[in-house]
């Protein structure tokens, strides 16, 4: 598990306005660069560059550049509204990180600021009276580059509010967060169920907030200094309040060392996916659900969303049979695993509660259902079936004409759900 330090810090460098720095910052070194060797390039390509040439360039740049990036914020604050109006609105931050649109709005306002300080510097004679001919090559390439990046994001916008590429960004994303807990199943610590019956001293959050990260290097710091075990009972994506017990020890801690180990919990505003594959189910559910509310009625969707999750999920319970053989690398802390049945919850319970009166949405849940009670050798066949139970009985409740509840109930059967309800005439 990475530090506190490293996830702050990547948290940050998927923040737009960095890259936007990034690339400014790097405008005015180019010209810097340009300014130091342009006496070399001259003598050494024996090229003379007419100043007119290299400023009409510029000029050209300074002119295009701003209102071209003025319109690409546009249509990634389109985007925003888009998914929120359309997927939902826990999805935004990942089209806010997309690194193809932040790429293209960073270039475009660095090759803006570029080619301002480029006309401000020959304008004081920085160049002399002669063209630059490393300001003009500069230039030249320049406009090669923006000419790619504005290919790319041209092609790029057509996929960018897209509900099913913001379902897929969802998908990766929950994928990508049960990739590092099936690395790390217990957060690379010993498992919460070893601890014993001891309680332990409880300690208080003393903070409101959802966890989106837990610094399990700093925790073992500050048991080994204090010469005991810590107990960790939340996960990331837990809400705590002031007054939640966090954590436990086997021995009292002074102030300092309590102080440490609330540090080492990162907390925020909202649910982050890089540490919390629940959020990514739930997120996805959400998908599945909005479609099927009766303002858009868009079963197709629902069930790819459906299908996401079961992906994800199905990964999840095919890995857990290597849980308990992984590597404590933090021999001094006592950690929970994500709970399966919850995971179940998150995806399954919406979307067999909105979409129960729709046959298709209602078949594909209890194949889907089907498939999950077979993953990891039938680990959790039997909370697949209650589910599926659940499921076809909501279905039965909500469906009007017998043939629907006679075909549901038939689908149930063939995807191994064992007692099927009578419906109530």
């Given amino acids: 598990m990475v530090s506190r330090f490293s996830f702050l810090v990547g948290t940050i460098l998927r923040r737009l306005w960095l890259r936007a720095a990034l690339f400014a910052g790097l405008s005015l070194v180019t010209v810097v660069v340009a300014y130091i060797l342009d006496p070399y390039l001259a003598d050494l390509l024996s090229l003379h560059v007419d100043r007119a040439a290299t400023e009409a360039l510029l000029q050209l740049l300074a002119t295009s550049m701003l209102p071209v990036t003025t319109f690409s914020l546009s249509t990634m604050v389109s985007g925003f ?128 907030g959802y966890l989106q990260h837990a610094d399990m290097g700093a925790l073992q710091a500050v048991a080994t200094a204090a010469g005991t075990e810590i107990r960790l009972d939340i996960v990331p994506g837990a809400y705590l309040h002031k007054r939640l017990a966090v954590a436990a020890s086997r021995k009292p801690l002074d102030a300092g060392a309590q102080a440490a180990l609330i540090d080492a919990l990162s907390l925020g505003d909202r649910r982050t996916f890089e540490n919390d594959p629940r959020f990514g189910l739930i997120t996805i559910a959400e998908i599945a659900s909005r479609a099927l509310s009766p303002g858009i009625n868009d079963p197709g969707t629902a069930i790819a969303a459906l299908n996401a999750g079961a992906r994800v999920l199905g990964r ?100 191994g759900v064992d007692t099927v309800p009578v419906r109530a005439s």
């Avoid at 889907?368 to 499921?391: C, K, P, T, W």
């Fill in 316 to 415: 999840w319970i095919d890995a857990e049979e290597c849980h308990e053989t992984c590597e404590v690398v933090h021999p001094a802390i006592f950690a929970r695993r994500l709970g399966t049945a919850d995971m179940f919850d998150d995806l399954i319970r919406p979307v067999a509660r909105d979409g129960a009166g729709l046959l298709e949405v209602a078949i594909r849940l209890q194949k889907i259902l089907g498939i999950l009670a077979l993953a990891g050798d039938g680990r959790h066949a039997e909370l697949a079936r209650r589910h599926a139970q659940s499921a076809l009985e909501r279905s039965l409740a909500a469906m009007d004409r017998p043939e629907d509840a006679t075909l549901i109930t038939d689908v149930a059967r063939g995807c």
């Fill in 81 to 208: 509204s888009a998914a929120t109006s359309n997927v939902t609105p826990r999805a935004t931050p990942l089209v806010t990180e997309d690194r193809t649109a932040q790429n293209a709005i960073s270039i475009f306002l660095g090759s803006f600021i570029y080619a301002v300080m480029g006309l401000v510097t020959m304008h004081l004679g920085f160049f002399g009276d002669e063209g630059s001919i490393s300001l003009f090559c500069v230039s030249l390439a320049m406009m090669i580059w923006i000419v790619v990046t504005f290919l790319r994001w041209m092609d790029h916008l057509s996929t960018l509010v897209r509900v099913d590429e913001t379902t897929k960004r969802v998908e990766d994303a929950a994928d990508d967060a049960f990739g590092r807990w099936i690395e790390h199943p217990f957060l690379g610590a010993r498992p919460h169920q070893d601890w014993g019956p001891d309680a332990g001293f409880p300690i208080l959050s003393g903070r409101d």
